[in-house]
């Protein structure tokens, strides 16, 4: 999958079912204490609030079991911005589970996040912690950040 939009990928021993668990338990491994609602079932909505730096309200728009979760960012803030802080507004954020032999690998793609964008690099490093460290870490041994 090619795109100019922000992508990442992680590589896991778990099965894809355990994946997908993981994923769905989003306060687990994204915005922990920060973290309002539920991302377990269709349309559900969930926030994450970093102070008044960081604020999305996310939509669970498509779901298939074990392969795939897609989430609309309905509303956002990123007060750090100087010009549009509402850039992720109407973006979406792609998990894929594929495999590959005998593992399990995750395809993320912050659809809307492209380089054009004002927040790009540092909302790039910040995907890269939370799905690379938080999410890595959740799905290989349960432990969070």
């Given at each position: 999958m090619k795109s100019s939009s922000f992508t990442?990928?992680?590589?896991?021993?778990?099965?894809?079912?355990i994946v997908f668990k993981c994923l769905q338990d989003?306060?687990?491994?994204?915005?922990?204490?920060?973290?309002a609602g539920s991302g377990k079932i269709l349309n559900d909505e969930f926030t994450i609030t970093h102070g008044d730096i960081h604020y999305s309200k996310q939509k669970l728009i498509e779901l298939i079991p074990d392969k795939k979760i897609v989430w609309l960012?309905?509303?956002s803030k990123l007060n750090w911005i100087e010009n549009n802080k509402y850039e992720w507004t109407n973006t979406k954020m792609v998990f894929e589970i594929t495999t590959k032999g005998d593992k399990t690998v995750l395809y993320f793609v912050?659809?809307?996040l492209?380089?054009?964008k004002e927040c790009y690099n540092r909302c790039a490093r910040g995907w890269n912690m939370v799905i690379k460290d938080w999410l890595f870490?959740?799905?290989?041994?349960?432990?969070?950040?």
């Open positions: 990442t990928q992680i590589e896991v021993s778990q099965t894809p079912e989003v306060s687990k491994w994204w915005g922990k204490e920060d973290f960012v309905t509303e912050h659809e809307g492209v380089p054009e870490n959740f799905i290989t041994d349960g432990k969070t950040s």
